[in-house]
């Protein structure tokens, strides 16, 4: 079984600041991805960044970037440069991916709704 | 290509009935997915598909049918509606064969009364 937890359930930070989402997480796979997906009000699922388990170097997509602590089973995501357009619910997510029916499955934590000030 | 598409929008239904969630995506993948988001929750797997002809439940598939006949399509269906079903549904598709990232649609807000 896997299990995520954000504890923050909200954070606001200033605009032009950086703010650390945390996550961690607990699997029995061997293998395993992370994700971060950022939900405006509008409502969509967007994509922003994906850590593999056996991924030597942390993730980086633009002003995201993934600080993954293996042995920690910690996976934060780090915004830089925070903008007004970023305030947003902000969830983490896992799947197996050693192979067979888990590579489809997310598991989702319960999400932090991030707010950036002016 | 159009991704991920979900119709309808919105749906209300009253208690007792039955509906179809339709899901498509052109994109030729694999798996696909339904998750259902609950105010204040993280989404949650309803049931998943790893190709045509082959799904599986996932963490709350009571009071939902899944099929999947062809690759595109991956419809839920609600078999007596109920107000604990009233929720936002996602579908989702993925590969193997291209990049880690899962495809959302865009979602269906259904009602139950």
């Known amino acids: 079984a896997q299990k995520i937890t954000q504890t923050q359930p909200g954070m606001f930070v200033q605009e032009k600041e950086a703010v650390t989402l945390d996550c961690t997480y607990d699997t029995s796979d061997p293998s395993y991805g992370l994700f971060w997906y950022k939900q405006p009000s509008s409502g969509e699922m967007i994509f922003l960044i994906y850590q593999g388990s056996y991924d030597q170097q942390n993730a980086t997509e633009g002003r995201y970037s993934l600080n993954f602590q293996k042995a920690r089973k910690s996976a934060n995501l780090v915004i830089s440069a925070s903008q007004l357009g970023d305030s947003a619910m902000y969830f983490c997510a896992m799947r197996g991916d050693a192979g067979g029916t888990s590579y489809g499955k997310l598991t989702f934590g319960q999400g932090t709704i991030l707010t950036v000030h002016p | 290509n159009a991704g991920v598409t979900q119709t309808p929008k919105f749906q209300v239904l009253k208690t007792g009935q039955s509906m179809t969630l339709q899901c498509a995506q052109d994109m030729n993948h694999e798996y696909m997915s339904w998750y259902r988001q609950d105010p204040g929750m993280g989404l949650r797997l309803i049931h998943y598909s790893v190709g045509a002809g082959i799904t599986d439940q996932g963490e709350v598939p009571n009071g939902y049918n899944v099929s999947r006949s062809t690759t595109e399509d991956f419809p839920l269906r609600l078999l007596s509606a109920a107000p604990s079903q009233t929720s936002v549904y996602f579908c989702?598709?993925?590969?193997?064969?291209?990049?880690?990232?899962?495809?959302f649609g865009p979602g269906t807000r259904l009602t139950v009364l």
């Open positions: 989702a598709s993925s590969s193997r064969r291209g990049g880690n990232e899962q495809f």
